[in-house]
């Protein structure tokens, strides 16, 4: 089928492209590079497949410009969807399918590795040793063993992050979601409500959709009823967070330190270099300033198991919707809805 991918990298187009050949599908694939934005849409006319990733906009606007086009479906590369109004989609008759789980693992190993190296400032050490400065002064960490750590959303990643610290580190893992994961009770992982996880946990980590029930779950309220002192690790979507919150938070040592692989404003920013420019993003420029904080730019999901599945999952879901198949992989509106 015909298809405009957006927001391609070399890695994209090397998978995408030995994917689609090895596994027979014969798509035609175009790349773009550019991200899918209403300056960008023309790109997309006339192909009845757009292919998009996560900081690509598939607004209300941009849809009437794809449907107008001749768009009929979007393939997500990616398990969010938080940036398709799908209300709009389901209007238009618009399919939209995502990848719902690539590689969970490769999100919660990542996680683990952001509360390591938060815990024990790995980041910092290596910054410094890199300088010759090879003392401890203002290294000091705590240990995982023992301490609390509480997950909310305990889907697919969150799941795996609550079993890896309870059975792997020793930790009492606290966690909060809309359901229940059995399996989850048996690893001695306790549901609690969101307004205790905050108060006993020491490290919070962020596991659930970003849906306007969880849109800056974290903000001032919830920070000020942290233990203080406490650690912030998101992998999920950076609007889940206030950033000015953490910021005011970071301030008064409230916040022990945040890790963060998304950022609410990261759309401008994540999968580019901008080291020869000026970044005129003020609230990203002032968290870097503090040593307690660490950014990755949305890397959890970027492994090698990962971008295969990614590219299979994509590639089926546009051949079943050439071939009028049950479409496994869509999203519609009622998926967001609160049960
Ligand atoms: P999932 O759908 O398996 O799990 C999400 C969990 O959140 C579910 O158990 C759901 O019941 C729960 N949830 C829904 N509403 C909630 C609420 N109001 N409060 C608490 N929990 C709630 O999703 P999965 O695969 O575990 O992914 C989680 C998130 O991770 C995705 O939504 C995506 O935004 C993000 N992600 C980030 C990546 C990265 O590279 N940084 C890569 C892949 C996913």
Do not use: W
């Given at each position: 089928?015909?298809?405009?991918?957006?927001?391609?990298?070399?890695?994209?187009?090397?998978?995408?492209?030995?994917?689609?050949?090895?596994?027979?599908?014969?798509?035609?694939?175009?790349?773009?590079?550019?991200?899918?934005?209403?300056?960008?849409?023309?790109?997309?006319?006339?192909?009845?497949?757009?292919?998009?990733?996560?900081?690509?906009?598939?607004?209300?606007?941009?849809?009437?410009?794809?449907?107008?086009?001749?768009?009929?479906?979007?393939?997500?590369?990616?398990?969010?969807?938080?940036?398709?109004?799908?209300?709009?989609?389901?209007?238009?008759?618009?399919?939209?399918?995502?990848?719902?789980?690539?590689?969970?693992?490769?999100?919660a190993?990542?996680?683990?590795?952001?509360?390591?190296?938060?815990?024990?400032?790995?980041?910092?050490?290596?910054?410094?040793?890199?300088?010759?400065?090879?003392?401890?002064?203002?290294?000091?960490?705590?240990?995982?063993?023992?301490?609390?750590?509480?997950?909310?959303?305990?889907?697919?990643?969150?799941a795996l992050v609550a079993r890896i610290m309870a059975a792997g580190?020793?930790?009492?893992v606290?966690?909060?979601?809309?359901?229940?994961?059995?399996?989850l009770?048996?690893h001695?992982v306790?549901?609690?409500?969101?307004?205790?996880?905050?108060?006993?946990?020491?490290?919070?980590?962020?596991?659930?959709?970003?849906?306007?029930?969880?849109?800056?779950?974290?903000?001032?309220?919830?920070?000020?009823?942290?233990?203080?002192?406490?650690?912030?690790?998101?992998?999920?979507?950076?609007?889940?967070?206030?950033?000015?919150?953490?910021?005011?938070?970071?301030?008064?040592?409230?916040?022990?330190?945040?890790?963060?692989?998304?950022?609410?404003?990261?759309?401008?920013?994540?999968?580019?270099?901008?080291?020869?420019?000026?970044?005129?993003?003020?609230?990203?420029?002032?968290?870097?300033?503090?040593?307690?904080?660490?950014?990755?730019?949305?890397?959890?999901?970027?492994?090698?198991?990962?971008?295969?599945?990614?590219?299979?999952?994509?590639?089926?879901?546009?051949?079943?919707?050439?071939?009028?198949?049950?479409?496994?992989?869509?999203?519609?509106?009622?998926?967001?809805?609160?049960?």
């Open positions: 089928m015909r298809t405009v991918v957006f927001s391609t990298k070399t890695y994209d187009r090397r998978t995408l492209t030995e994917r689609n050949a090895l596994l027979g599908y014969g798509h035609e694939l175009i790349f773009q590079e550019a991200r899918l934005t209403l300056e960008s849409v023309a790109l997309a006319a006339g192909f009845p497949a757009v292919c998009g990733f996560v900081n690509d906009v598939f607004d209300g606007p941009v849809l009437e410009a794809l449907s107008a086009g001749g768009t009929r479906l979007i393939a997500l590369r990616a398990a969010g969807f938080n940036n398709v109004d799908l209300r709009v989609a389901d209007r238009l008759g618009i399919a939209v399918t995502r990848v719902p789980a690539y590689s969970p693992q490769a999100v190993e990542f996680t683990v590795g952001l509360i390591l190296s938060l815990v024990r400032s790995i980041h910092r050490a290596h910054v410094r040793t890199r300088a010759n400065n090879f003392t401890l002064e203002g290294l000091l960490g705590f240990d995982l063993h023992g301490r609390t750590i509480g997950v909310i959303g305990t889907g697919r990643i969150g580190f020793g930790c009492r606290l966690a909060h979601d809309v359901r229940e994961d059995q399996d009770l048996a001695g306790a549901y609690v409500d969101l307004a205790y996880l905050m108060s006993e946990s020491d490290v919070v980590t962020l596991h659930c959709p970003l849906i306007p029930a969880t849109r800056h779950l974290v903000n001032d309220t919830t920070i000020a009823a942290m233990k203080r002192g406490a650690l912030i690790v998101n992998t999920s979507r950076g609007a889940l967070v206030d950033t000015d919150a953490v910021l005011e938070g970071l301030r008064d040592g409230q916040l022990g330190g945040v890790a963060m692989d998304v950022y609410e404003q990261e759309a401008d920013l994540f999968f580019e270099d901008l080291s020869n420019e000026i970044v005129r993003d003020d609230t990203i420029q002032r968290l870097l300033m503090f040593p307690n904080v660490l950014v990755t730019s949305h890397q959890a999901f970027f492994t090698q198991e990962a971008l295969i599945a990614i590219a299979d999952t994509t590639l089926a879901s546009i051949a079943a919707f050439e071939q009028g198949r049950k479409l496994e992989t869509a999203v519609t509106h009622a998926l967001i809805v609160p049960r």
